[in-house]
């Protein structure tokens, strides 16, 4: 009796051993894959702040900008990690750009957001129309 309960619990150790060891390289994997995903991410956010800085872009309309920034963002590429793609996307009413980051089959997702006026790259605070005489005492 006292061996099959040894025998029973020794199974049991060396099963829960091999399920944390599998989780355990899972997770290592896992981590260096946002490693990867983050430092491209920084190099890429350097490289569009180092072009602000050096090109010194006239500020535009926002939509102008953020077409630029992607052009920027595309071009500070570096190697990413193993089954992880990079897309640059710009958001509809113009200013700005998601750029995303997705891996292991959609599970994994890294979104950052630029907008121009961040960069200084467009006018914060929109053109308002012209006053008048009667508008000015108002």
Do not use: N
Not at 19 to 47: K, P
Not at 72 to 85: D, F, N, T, W, Y
Not at 110 to 136: I, Q, S, Y
């Amino acid at each position: 009796m006292a061996v099959a309960v040894f025998s029973l619990s020794a199974t049991s150790s060396v099963r829960l051993w091999g399920s944390s060891a599998v989780w355990s390289q899972a997770a290592a994997a896992r981590e260096a894959l946002v490693s990867g995903i983050e430092a491209d991410l920084l190099r890429r956010t350097h490289h569009l702040r180092a072009s602000v800085a050096r090109d010194q872009p006239a500020p535009a309309s926002c939509e102008v900008a953020a077409a630029w920034m992607v052009s920027r963002l595309a071009s500070g590429a570096s190697s990413l990690p193993q089954g992880v793609h990079k897309q640059l996307e710009l958001v509809p009413d113009g200013g700005a750009v998601w750029l995303i980051y997705t891996a292991a089959a959609g599970q994994l997702e890294r979104r950052r957001l630029f907008t121009a006026a961040a960069h200084g790259l467009c006018p914060v605070v929109p053109e308002l129309p012209a006053m008048t005489d009667l508008e000015v005492g108002a």
